[in-house]
């Protein structure tokens, strides 16, 4: 059984993606498709929620880069929101500080998309 | 521990590193680290050495002294090849759209001293970090 799962909402006309367990190489396929899923609704502008995200590995932050090229190509943006400290440490290592913004909480990310561009 | 060569056993190799650390009282930071570094291990020899093939055996030893942790891990795929490194730049990464090539990156930012060897089809990585 995975130990990861992906909720949607949203906020407004941004989507939120609320991540809980444990993100590895074995569940990024999970993430992905949610991303892929935005994509095909026309949804650009998310934020993803890290609240209850207890772990990411490499192939998390992989899925974060493979899309956010393309996101922003349509307009849109991943801001990531409300991470663990021990997550933010796995960011922070491999600089994605510089590429993404990343906030305290989700309230926050929305408000950055309504304030325009980054 | 031996686990197949499935992505699934990740989480349980993860357990097993925190488990014999935590006995060892290591600190959390620092385990939060070895668990990292070794699932990173984990998942290139399942996904490089053994490219994605299943059923394959994937071996993880962890010892914990009074300075250090060390770990072992060893498969009979195919060979790491370090020539195949490079420094991740992640602008590029992402411009590229490419999802990989963080791993080991990450393994040498985490862990103190980290070794690769391959003799007789065996591969072994071996990490060690120091209690702080």
Redesign the interface.
Known sequence: MS?FSVAFTRQGSIRVLSLTG?L???T?TEFEKAIERCKTNGEFSIVVDGEHLA?I???G???F??????IRSEGGDIKIAALQD?VY??FD????P??FEIVGTVEEATRLFATGPQ | MEVSSSLRHLRSVREFVVQHARQAHFPEDAIDECRLAVCEACTNVIEHAYQGQPGRLVKVSVAVGPDRLSVRITDNGKAFDRSTYFEPEIRRLARERRSGGLGVHIIRRLMDRVEYRSRDGKNEIRMVKYRP
């Open positions: 130990n444990e590895d190489a074995h990024a772990y590995s490499s192939a932050l992989g899925v880069m493979a899309f956010i090229e393309e021990r440490n796995v290592l491999l600089g994605f510089i590429l």
